[in-house]
């Protein structure tokens, strides 16, 4: 899609309809929308934990479908891709700045909506942002353990969020809806971001569930302090109805990147992320 033809759209309207359509059970024409879009995005069906088209109610039901037993190992790394994607940026977090693409770069205050105190725990500390294309699993894993403190929606655009339009749509993740999870680990602070995009119909955590609808014009904070929501490394943690983006956000001097990841790079759930910075004692 031309980028101009983005800021044109009624995208909030195309996602909204396409989230009431993808959630309708039609039957047989239901199937045959599922069987045409596994055939023109490569779906690999045999990963998944029912593989027959014929047992999905909706188009929903197969876009969240979840994966058989033993599909996708965790590693024993303390940090794993919590996704399946391709891997958009990654890297150092410059002062408060993420990096997007050429030319473009965006604050973590603007990217967690405004929240300074927030976003300064992550001064100079280290982010990813991984890209889940159509053919993906999209249900989203933790890459640590991590115990939940806050969940906010902000209120955004919903312009795409592929490659192309990254290259191109200045502050694209911080002005796109999202929904950003803030959980405390072994350590430190992670943030975990879902970010919306056009035809996203939906975002959903497991210990809420679907958190938009409604899209209110606010934002909206839930606060889990004092409520004990921990979830292991590997754990499911949301999922996204209809695909998007995932960005990571992690304080200094925690971890380093595997060496093998680059932008671009196809990457799996459960795949090795990042290992622990090792400091040295001074006796």
């Given at each position: 899609m031309p980028i101009q033809r983005q800021y044109l759209l009624p995208k909030k309207l195309m996602t909204q309809a396409a989230g009431l359509l993808a959630g309708m059970e039609l039957g047989g024409l239901t199937h045959a929308v599922v069987r045409k879009f596994v055939a023109h995005y490569k779906v690999n069906m045999a990963e998944a934990a029912d593989p027959r088209i014929e047992s999905y109610k909706s188009f929903n039901d197969f876009f969240t479908r979840p994966l058989k037993p033993g599909a996708r190992p965790i590693s024993e790394a303390p940090f794993i891709c919590p996704v399946d994607a391709a891997i958009s940026q990654f890297g150092p977090i410059?002062?408060?700045?993420?990096?997007?693409?050429?030319?473009?770069?965006?604050?973590?205050?603007?990217?967690?909506?405004?929240?300074?105190?927030?976003?300064?725990?992550?001064?100079?500390?280290?982010?990813?942002?991984?890209?889940?294309?159509?053919?993906?699993?999209?249900?989203?894993?933790?890459?640590?353990?991590?115990?939940?403190?806050?969940?906010?929606?902000?209120?955004?655009?919903?312009?795409?969020?592929?490659?192309?339009?990254?290259?191109?749509?200045?502050?694209?993740?911080?002005?796109?809806?999202?929904?950003?999870?803030?959980?405390?680990?072994?350590?430190?602070?992670?943030?975990?971001?879902?970010?919306?995009?056009?035809?996203?119909?939906?975002?959903?955590?497991?210990?809420?569930?679907?958190?938009?609808?409604?899209?209110?014009?606010?934002?909206?904070?839930?606060?889990?302090?004092?409520?004990?929501?921990?979830?292991?490394?590997?754990?499911?943690?949301?999922?996204?109805?209809?695909?998007?983006?995932?960005?990571?956000?992690?304080?200094?001097?925690v971890l380093t990147f595997v060496p093998d990841w680059a932008p671009t790079v196809p990457v799996k759930l459960g795949e090795p992320m990042a290992t622990v910075i090792q400091h040295t004692v001074v006796t």
């Open positions: 410059e002062h408060d700045q993420l990096f997007q693409a050429k030319g473009h770069s965006y604050s973590t205050r603007a990217l967690v909506g405004g929240d300074q105190q927030l976003a300064h725990r992550f001064d100079h500390g280290h982010f990813c942002t991984l890209y889940l294309a159509p053919k993906d699993y999209h249900r989203i894993h933790m890459p640590c353990d991590g115990k939940l403190t806050r969940m906010i929606y902000v209120p955004g655009d919903l312009f795409s969020v592929n490659p192309l339009t990254a290259r191109h749509v200045p502050g694209l993740f911080a002005r796109n809806e999202r929904v950003v999870c803030v959980f405390e680990c072994e350590h430190g602070p992670m943030v975990l971001v879902l970010v919306g995009a056009t035809i996203v119909g939906s975002m959903a955590t497991v210990w809420h569930g679907v958190v938009n609808p409604p899209r209110t014009r606010n934002v909206r904070e839930w606060d889990y302090a004092g409520k004990d929501i921990t979830l292991a490394k590997g754990a499911e943690m949301g999922r996204f109805l209809l695909g998007s983006t995932v960005i990571l956000l992690f304080p200094q001097n």
